[in-house]
């Protein structure tokens, strides 16, 4: 049964005269040709290797919110696995408001994304990869589900109760007036991202065996640079209209036969561009973190646990737009395969407001043969 309609003006169910024009709900080209550009390419650099068991991999943790997810705050892609293809679905479910009299947004819906990434070694220590995200906004149909989740653990339910269920509505309001607004389903092709990973070694020369300090200059090091190209439409809320730029470090656990134990750290700045949606402001740089656990239960299964989060990313008082984000993450990779494996999780909100509610992921990987 639908809840009742609680009209207020940072939540509107009607539309608004002063609001501009729904944009058309315009046929996209298709996923299926996106896909097959994609599948292509990764064919392309698939190359002759011994065959071996995927390595243990996290989660490439993106904030799937619609308006934080228009800036290239990166996963941690290209990354030091084995994997040369993964192709990932997420489904993430939004419902909250923020802000005051003079500018109030509303966030309530559901976004999933289909992601291809690719990556690949140049040289010995310089990988590249590729990523483009297929991006559908619309009412969704997990808010049933998500409301038993809440009442099942005690979580917070947000506007949820005032709200239809299954609805999309992105709002920006200034003093009462629609300044954007987004309440019909849409989808098209997302930015497209290309990352260039450095492995820069350890301070392995340094260190004593046996020894916790030893361990740990034993972790190699690596730096990332990522830039985000403008190919979805702000429109759509697919894309912010502008590059971004984000430069990181990262630190993964030391290579070892049979480790049952692997981590990862990863942390930067990224410098956004602007979003071409009115009311939207960009901060000038962001940071951004992501850190990662895999246990290896059986051979085959990989237990995974991670957070990710940034600064803000918008100069805004509205806690959706201008508060820190920090996301959690749990799930598991099977090893399907020496080529093949299947990495899905479930992902939550840890700061009220600043990312989805509630997201499932699943992504298929392959590595070369």
Known sequence: MSKPNIETPCIPNRRDARAPAILPNRRATGPAKFLCTFLTLAGAVFSAADAREPEATGFVMQNHAPFPALIGVPGRWPDTSDDTFDLTWNASSHSMTAGNDAFRIVADGETHSLTARVQFDLWRRLRIGLQMPWIQHSGGFMDDAIDAWHDLFSLPEGIRPQVDQDQLNYVLQRDG????????????????????????????????????AGYFLRAPWRVVLNVKLPTGDPDRVTGSGNRDFSVGLGWRSPDALAARLRWWIDFGAVLPGDVDIPGLETEAQALY???????????????????????????????ILGDSALQLAVGGLWHVSPRFGLRFGIFEDLLSETAPDFGVELSLLVRRP
Not at 189 to 205: H, Y
């Open 289 to 319: 973190y992501d850190s990662a656990l895999t246990w290896r239960i059986v051979p085959r299964l990989d237990a995974i646990l991670q957070v990710a989060g940034n600064s803000s990313l918008y100069a805004s008082d509205a806690s």
């Open 177 to 212: 007036a629609n300044l954007f607004r987004l309440n019909e389903s849409v989808s098209g092709v997302g930015d497209l991202r290309l990352g260039i990973a450095v492995e820069l070694g350890s301070f392995q020369r340094f260190a004593r065996p046996e020894t916790v």
